[in-house]
């Protein structure tokens, strides 16, 4: 079974520092692996996707990437804004598990001014 | 606005009620999702339809039954809920299940408390 972790669960850095998230995976046979961004009393939002097939992936200052031998992926947050305050969940779908999500629990991040 | 909207956003129910949860999404979208995220624990997947149809039960207790009833239209109806089933319950639609490449859309979701 499919476990996703993701450390630390709470991160607080002051504005403009570069950040990493992590999330670590025990299945390899992933098909992709996405990160997602929630908000209090919000659903969740698709940041970055990252095929198996694919290192990493960028969006503006976010970049994610994966390795699938090691069970990894990091979410790369560069000059970290107040606005940036969110949960970031990391979710996998195996290989043959169709489009279904397996989530960590998340990592809470607070940037402070 | 992702597209996708839950009704109600917060939910007080005590165990003896019958209540249902309301999702509609305006996307197009063929597949759609009911998600359980309980405090300090992964989003666990609870149903999954496709145009219309259940393709998924993740052993969910038979208290929480999932109506589909058109493409844009999901219902969860509770009856007989437990304390612990209070968690904040998400909606999310894909275009289809195409795995891995239909990204899921996810709405605000519902804050249930059981009493």
């Known amino acids: 079974k499919q476990e996703v972790t993701q450390i630390p669960a709470a991160l607080s850095v002051p504005e403009g520092e570069n950040l990493v998230l992590n999330c670590s995976f025990t299945d390899s046979a992933i098909y992709n692996l996405q990160w997602f961004r929630q908000d209090p009393g919000k659903g969740l939002t698709s940041l970055l996707l990252i095929q198996s097939s694919q290192r990493e992936q960028t969006s503006g200052r976010l970049n994610a990437s994966l390795d699938k031998s090691s069970g990894r992926s990091t979410l790369y947050i560069a000059a970290s804004q107040p606005g940036d305050s969110a949960t970031y969940l990391c979710a996998a779908i195996l290989t043959g598990g169709g489009n279904k999500l397996t989530f960590g629990t998340g990592t809470q991040l607070k940037v402070e001014l | 606005e992702t597209g996708v909207t839950q009704t109600p956003r917060h939910l007080v129910m005590g165990m003896t009620n019958k209540k249902s949860l309301k999702c509609e999404q305006h996307l197009g979208h063929n597949a759609m999702y009911w998600y359980k995220q309980s405090a300090k624990k992964p989003l666990e997947l609870m149903f999954v339809y496709s145009l219309e149809e259940r393709v998924e039960n993740n052993s969910v207790p038979s208290r929480f039954s999932p109506e589909c009833p058109n493409s844009s239209h999901l219902f969860l109806h509770l009856h007989t809920l437990q304390p612990e089933d209070s968690a904040l319950y998400l909606c999310?639609?894909?275009?289809?299940?195409?795995?891995?490449?239909?990204?899921?859309?996810f709405g605000a979701g519902t804050r249930l408390s059981v009493l």
């Open positions: 999310a639609s894909s275009q289809d299940l195409g795995q891995g490449v239909d990204i899921q859309y």
